[in-house]
């Protein structure tokens, strides 16, 4: 019951916190606050709720697990409920686990799967560097978050995803949530608790083999 009412607080808090949202008042100083915190950010490791929106379904699909980055590119994303669910980015190479059967693929020869890990390492540690071209950046903020919402302008990539939204925390500058919008209507929702900063010390995690 607990977990339900913190769940059901956050998604609250989220449409209030959007509703309020003006266009950013300053571009200097929102960057220039990024480049610092990314300078000094060697990892994260969080707890992590997805929400699985698609339109023709009446309920919602959530997921839920740990989520951890290391410097530079590497993603570990472990679903534990309801499913145990592994997927690992480490630099160019993709690992899923699932059932207990491994698949690994190369993203370097593949422009949409490279773009899509481009879009998805720098929305969930919040690095916009890389996000300069190929894409369409929208900045939004109220008093708690700055709203950066990212368009690819690739038709290869937006055919999978056509817009990211994340929610960046004015306090320490990290991702508190991030929406994959497929089209108008289906999205995935991310929402990130319970963060840690620059204390990851086994890297097992983001083995590929």
């Known amino acids: ?46 707890d992590f709720l997805q ?30 409920k309801p499913l145990d669910y592994l ?13 207990g059967k491994k698949s690994v693929m190369s993203l370097g020869s593949n422009k949409m799967m490279t773009g899509m890990k481009d879009m998805i390492t720098a929305c969930m540690v919040g690095d ?3 996000m300069k071209d190929g894409y369409i950046i929208d900045y939004k903020e109220n008093t708690a978050y700055y709203q950066i919402t990212i368009t ?14 994340i929610l960046l925390n004015k306090t320490n500058m990290s991702v508190d949530e991030l929406y994959m919008f497929e089209n108008e209507e289906d999205y995935t929702k991310y929402i990130f608790t319970a963060k840690r900063f620059n204390q ?10």
Do not use: W
Not at 3 to 25: D, E
Not at 155 to 164: E, G, P, T
Not at 200 to 209: L, Q
């Open 200 to 209: 990851i010390k086994d890297e097992s995690i983001f083995n590929i083999n």
């Open 152 to 165: 690819p302008k690739s038709q290869l990539v937006r055919d999978y995803v056509s817009s990211i939204r």
């Open 128 to 130: 916009l560097n890389r």
């Open 87 to 99: 997927v690992v980015i480490n630099n160019d190479k993709l690992k899923i686990v699932a059932d």
């Open 1 to 46: 019951m607990k977990r339900l009412v913190s769940i059901f607080s956050l998604c609250v808090f989220s449409t209030l916190a959007l509703a309020q949202m003006q266009p950013l008042a300053n571009l200097s100083e929102f960057e220039q606050k990024l480049k610092n915190n990314v300078s000094t950010l060697t990892s994260i490791e969080s």
């Open 51 to 80: 929400i699985k929106h698609l339109d023709m379904f009446d309920e919602d699909v959530r997921s839920s697990g740990k989520f951890a980055y290391l410097k530079e590119n590497k993603i570990s994303l472990k679903y534990t």
